[in-house]
């Protein structure tokens, strides 16, 4: 990416680690380089509110949970820390170096789209995510329009992708075999 | 999207491809509003001429690509597009009868740059998957060997594939092609 041709302080898996234990604010790790998140709008903190409340309360019956967005997940073979802002999570939680906040093992993984992010959510993460096994869905929620995109593995490696458009549609999560209304991820949400 | 919540002049279709008739640089048009384009980096202008040489040399007879000039409208939301690269199977159809503005191709390619990466991926996608007569959306990177494609399913989901690597081939299954990721990335350095 453009900001990251600037020479930066490189730093190791654990430095960043140790940081991010006593930060203020949330940052991502990309090989060697460490970026501080923005916070979220309003919409994108509401919206990411009920996925992670109305997805919780489905998935728990099949033994799945939900981990809201202070949840670390390591991708070995990009050597990133990304936190999405929603992860599922259905076997026993596997830890990075038995670190107790970054996991390897994530079912699903769903992303609010804000401008800033858009192009990394959709290229450089989903890229990233496809690389972990366990991950079997990759969900992008636009905050500005009722469209809900679902990226979903198939035998083959390739993914099938899904959107979903109106307020009054549905979207199946198929790794949980769960599904949601768009009325509920939006509920509350008035676009401008 | 950000930039929309300033006021700004709507226009018609026709007001839109009026003024396109007379500009000196491309604008792409979205339900009202005018987005003018930046041009292309040399390595984004030398991949889109390897890709539609590499195309032409194979094409069947029945099929015909364009680049740059071309228009495509999407008329579910509002759009027109000036695609990187994209291939009409048999005969145009045109947008009321212009001859700059085409509504079903079949396949359209994008080389991603930095300033177009999000709306390629998501924008775009989302107006070219209501395009009936499309069958393939395909992404290609600038600055590492990755070919991403969306093909049509029947039942209205797409499946993405990702080929990486310069010693990979591509097919194009809507066009029955393939291509080399050393011919679309000719003179490149990555």
């Not at chain 2, 491809?17 to 509003?33: H, I, N, W």
């Amino acid at each position: 990416m453009a900001q990251r041709a600037i020479k930066q302080k490189l730093y190791t898996p654990e430095q960043y680690l140790a940081k991010e234990e006593k930060a203020e604010f949330r940052s991502e790790y990309c090989d060697g380089e460490i970026f501080a998140m923005a916070g979220g709008s309003f919409n994108h903190l509401q919206i990411t509110a009920n996925l992670t409340v109305f997805l919780h309360s489905k998935v728990r019956k099949k033994g799945c949970r939900v981990l809201p967005n202070e949840m670390k997940i390591w991708v070995e073979s990009t050597r990133r820390f990304y936190y999405p802002d929603v992860t599922v999570l259905c076997d026993k939680p596997k830890f990075y170096k038995d670190r107790n906040d970054t996991i390897e093992n994530p079912k699903l993984l769903i992303e609010v789209l804000s401008k800033s992010t858009e192009a990394t959510d959709r290229g450089e993460k989903f890229f990233a995510f496809q690389t972990l096994e366990s991950v079997e869905e990759y969900v992008l929620v636009s905050q500005d329009k009722h469209v809900v995109e679902k990226f979903t593995k198939q035998s083959d490696g390739s993914w099938k992708y899904l959107a979903t458009i109106g307020i009054d549609s549905k979207v199946t999560f198929e790794s949980v075999g769960e599904s949601l209304n768009l009325s509920e991820i939006y509920d509350l949400i008035e676009f401008k | 999207m950000a930039q929309r919540a300033i006021k700004q002049k709507l226009y018609t279709p026709e007001q839109y491809l009026a003024k396109e008739e007379k500009a000196e640089f491309r604008s792409e048009y979205e339900d009202g509003t005018i987005i003018a384009m930046a041009g292309g980096s040399l390595t984004h202008t030398r991949m889109v001429k390897n890709i539609e040489r590499a195309f032409d040399n194979k094409l069947k007879a029945s099929c015909e690509s364009f680049s740059h000039e071309v228009k495509v409208q999407v008329e579910n939301y509002q759009k027109f597009y000036y695609p990187d690269v994209v291939i009409i199977c048999g005969e145009p159809k045109f947008y009321n009868k212009r001859q700059d503005t085409i509504t079903n191709p079949i396949l359209i390619v994008e080389v991603l740059s930095k300033s177009t990466e999000a709306k390629d991926r998501g924008d775009k996608m989302l107006a070219y998957r209501a395009l009936e007569s499309l069958e393939e959306y395909v992404l290609i990177s600038q600055d590492k060997a990755i070919v991403e494609q969306y093909l049509k399913n029947k039942d209205g989901s797409w499946l993405h594939k990702a080929t990486i690597g310069l010693k990979s081939k591509v097919r194009f299954e809507s066009i029955d092609v393939e291509l080399t990721l050393e011919e679309i990335y000719q003179r490149v350095n990555l």
